[in-house]
């Protein structure tokens, strides 16, 4: 069984798409074993994309993530980080997959719907800077 961070990000929220993404994770047999809403402030943002802070967007994007509210789940299931990055797409909507969240629902690279962790360590990293282990429901 392995644990992801899921976020949909605030261009989600704010689109009204939380119930349609929650809906995917639920019929992909995925479980959601803790989930809230946060605002973040920018600083939690660059904390957040620290791995990005010399790239040129990373200015643009912690804005963009500090922006309004976003809702922060964590996934289980077998192969749950492979699984949740395919029902999201490539980064880019342009070369998404067909059927895939950013595919369907993203139009800019940035405002790109959706966050999932990219590996075990890194999951576990981005659990821990929301949740704590009380949030997690076993
Ligand atoms: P994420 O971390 O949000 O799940 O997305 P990802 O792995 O697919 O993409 P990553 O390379 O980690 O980039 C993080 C987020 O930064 C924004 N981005 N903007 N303007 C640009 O060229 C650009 N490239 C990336 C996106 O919001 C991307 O998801
Ligand atoms: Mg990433």
Redesign the pocket.
């Given at each position: 069984m392995e644990r992801t961070l899921s976020i949909i990000k605030p261009d989600g929220v704010s689109r009204g798409l939380m119930g349609e993404i929650v809906k995917r994770f639920e019929n992909n047999n995925i479980r959601i074993i803790a989930m809230k809403l946060v605002r973040m402030t920018k600083s939690q943002a660059e904390g957040f994309?620290a791995v990005?802070k010399e790239r040129p967007?990373f200015g643009s994007?912690t804005d963009f993530m500090s922006s309004g509210p976003a809702l922060v789940m964590v996934l289980e299931g077998e192969n749950v980080i492979a699984k949740n990055r395919e029902l999201m797409g490539a980064?880019n909507y342009k070369d998404a997959a067909e059927g895939t969240i950013r595919r369907d629902f993203a139009n800019d690279?940035?405002k790109?719907v959706?966050?999932?962790s990219?590996a075990p360590e890194t999951a576990a990293v981005e659990i821990s800077y929301f949740f704590n282990q009380f949030e997690i429901v076993g």
């Open positions: 994309y990005h967007f994007l980064t690279i940035e790109n959706v966050h999932g990219d």
